[in-house]
């Protein structure tokens, strides 16, 4: 399924926020609420039953490389930022928790443990020296 893009009429275009320094609480806050719907997408609704075709073997093996090159980059990434860096990507690991009214999933109780330990392993190659 393709999406288009349309013209957005004036009453469709949100207006500029009037806080000009928000907090970075409020600016995590703003864009964790963001994720819930996909970016403020003004698609139509999904239908409640797709059509998705399996992924094959390759690009399962495909999605793995990826996924280990995007982590291995991020632990780079973060061995070279400063601690404050550090200290948010352990609070947005922290703040990984299920929607109100929802119990937690072991998937995403796996995550966060998962964001904490590439910070670990982060701050283990800061203290290497070559």
Do not use: C
């Not at 004036?10 to 320094?21: A, E, G, L």
């Not at 090159?69 to 930022?81: D, K, R």
């Not at 609070?91 to 937690?104: D, N, Q, S």
């Amino acid at each position: 399924m393709t999406r288009t893009h349309e013209l957005l009429s004036p009453k469709d275009v949100p207006m500029p926020d009037t806080d000009q320094n928000p907090s970075a609480a409020e600016l995590r806050f703003r864009t964790l609420s963001r994720w819930d719907n996909e970016g403020g997408s003004v698609a139509a609704a999904p239908d409640p039953h797709p059509t998705i075709a399996a992924l094959t073997s390759a690009e399962l093996i495909q999605l793995r490389i990826r996924t280990i090159a995007l982590e291995n980059m991020l632990i780079a990434v973060l061995a070279e930022g400063s601690d404050r860096q550090l200290a948010v990507a352990r609070e947005m690991a922290e703040y990984i928790a299920p929607r109100p009214r929802f119990t937690h999933h072991p998937l995403t109780i796996e995550a966060g443990r998962h964001m904490t330990s590439l910070v670990d392993r982060a701050v283990h190659f800061r203290t290497i020296q070559p």
